[in-house]
């Protein structure tokens, strides 16, 4: 073989260093969710509440006995405290009026500000916690429209504590004419109050903040059971129920469609090539 064949052969020892690989681009910042279509969900949601009330006068004795039926249940299982929280306040004239205010009032105030907040500063979290509370939502009104119930303060031996004391301005009065009387299955107090507490837990997560977070998240569902069912308008078991709605709406939503994903993936046949 001539010098000049071997030099073809020989692979070159002079191979230039790899290039450096480009940067990765940076991620897209999320982009915030259409104020229009936040407006048609709430639209949405408002119209099958007002759907829902419309049925109410047609519906005031079976939503009458299905509460009488649920605090027999609590009865019998020693597990019901609406009636004694119900008397005790009645007797607090200062606490009641504070309760009144925080029932008419927190489920609105704390919610939709949170909502707004994520909407507006964290659009990468608000998608799916939108959809968990339009979930809740949904739950909640399938029950109404299934199971209606009348809340303990339509029953002998309990008092209205919120038409009772009052609350503060107009807006009080407003909220009781346009309240749905015979929803009190599942409580939707509850069933917000439960998202709002995921909601601080998640801006929460990291940093100095968390253990403020973990505790306002425990003590606002918490206070809010007390408050609803020691104002009569609620039986323990609509807190359960309400809690629950939110916790299946959540697993809906974060489990969902991982599940499909999988559900897909094991449906998918077999290729020629994977064969044995």
Avoid at 46 to 71: C, F, K, M, S, T
Avoid at 137 to 144: A, D, H, K
Avoid at 209 to 235: D, F
Wanted: charged letters at 15%; glycine letters at 6%.
């Amino acid at each position: 073989m001539s010098v000049a064949e071997e030099r073809e052969v020989a692979p070159s020892t002079d191979a230039s260093p790899s290039a450096p690989a480009a940067p990765a681009a940076p991620r897209a910042a999320p982009r915030r969710s259409p104020l229009l279509v936040e407006l048609a969900v709430i639209a949405f949601l408002g119209w099958i509440y007002d759907w829902l009330q419309n049925l109410a006068p047609v519906r005031v004795n079976l939503a009458l006995r299905n509460g009488e039926r649920i605090l027999s249940f609590e009865e019998r299982l020693h597990i019901a405290p609406e009636r004694y929280l119900d008397n005790w306040l009645s007797h607090h004239y200062v606490l009641a009026y504070i309760s009144s205010d925080f029932y008419d009032n927190a489920i609105f105030g704390v919610t939709l500000g949170l909502a707004v907040w994520i909407w507006w500063r964290r659009p990468d979290i608000y998608r799916p916690l939108r959809n968990e509370l339009v979930l809740a939502n949904l739950i909640g009104f399938t029950v109404f429209w299934l199971f209606p119930v009348a809340p303990p303060r339509m029953l002998p031996g309990f008092t209205d504590i919120v038409e009772k004391v009052g609350g503060l301005g107009s807006w009080h009065n407003t909220l009781i004419s346009h309240a749905d009387q015979l929803a009190a299955m599942p409580s939707m107090h509850l069933a917000w109050a439960v998202w709002c507490s995921l909601v601080v837990w998640r801006l929460a997560s990291e940093g100095p903040w968390r253990r403020a977070a973990l505790i306002i998240g425990i003590a606002y569902p918490l206070s809010t059971a007390w408050v609803v069912m020691a104002t009569a308008n609620h039986y323990l078991m609509d807190v359960l129920a309400g809690t629950a709605a939110t916790l299946v709406a959540v697993a809906a939503v974060e489990l969902g469609p991982k599940a499909l994903k999988q559900l897909k993936t094991a449906a998918l046949p077999v290729s020629e090539g994977s064969r044995p």
